[in-house]
């Protein structure tokens, strides 16, 4: 049974900065329009990104987009970034919300790094494009790219993977809290598949030939 009666609701962005109070002027003022050299590099080192879009009603979708480091972002030029889709599921949620909502928000991550860079920007889907040449991966052109119009880029802060210990080793237990995925598979997306061939499916070296081709 919900508990919101005994709730207390913050309900205008008043209430939300007598609560937290208001950030420092460097906080306020550190996002920009265009990339600096210190961004492309960053984006050349990251391998991982967390894509956030959503529909024309609001609701959200995030997407994680990888690939190997240099690779994941083609630079078009100081305010213009494209990110390449690969092999997947095809739900193509962020996707569908891009053609009637362009706006993203995108988080890009490096291994062992708690700062991340966040780009916010305006989408649309491109199915062909010289650049598309340049995104090549193990001899695959991306079936499409996700070009983003830069409006504003940040670092943000190590704060949440301090208090996370993401990158600690020793707090890493895959299967000590939840089954492995072959187990949950068999549980919410049945198909017939048993456990072990299921096992089979997802072990690394055979789920990886799909990666790009």
Not at 71 to 86: F, N
């Amino acid at each position: 049974m919900s508990t919101d009666a005994q709730w207390t609701e913050i309900a205008d962005e008043q209430q939300l900065v007598d609560l937290l109070g208001e950030p420092s002027e460097r906080a306020a003022t550190k996002s920009r329009p265009t990339l600096l050299d210190v961004d492309r590099d960053w984006l050349a080192a990251s391998p991982f990104c967390v894509m956030a879009t959503s529909d024309a009603e609001g609701r959200c979708d995030a997407s994680p987009k990888g690939d190997p480091a240099g690779q994941l972002v083609h630079v078009i030029d100081e305010r213009t970034i494209a990110l390449a889709e690969r092999p997947g599921n095809r739900r193509a949620d962020g996707y569908k919300n891009i053609l009637v909502n362009p706006h993203v928000g995108l988080n890009f991550l490096i291994p062992g790094r708690g700062d991340t860079l966040r780009i916010n920007g305006r989408a649309r889907l491109v199915s062909d494009a010289p650049f598309l040449d340049e995104m090549m991966v193990k001899g695959h052109r991306p079936l499409l790219a996700v070009v983003v119009e830069i409006e504003d880029l940040f670092f943000h802060c190590a704060k949440a993977f301090l208090r996370s210990q993401l990158w600690d080793p020793q707090t890493w237990e895959p299967e000590a809290r939840v089954p492995r995925r072959a187990v949950i598979a068999r549980e919410v997306e049945p198909n017939g598949m048993s456990v072990e061939q299921l096992d089979d499916y997802y072990r690394p070296e055979n789920y990886a030939e799909g990666l790009y081709a």
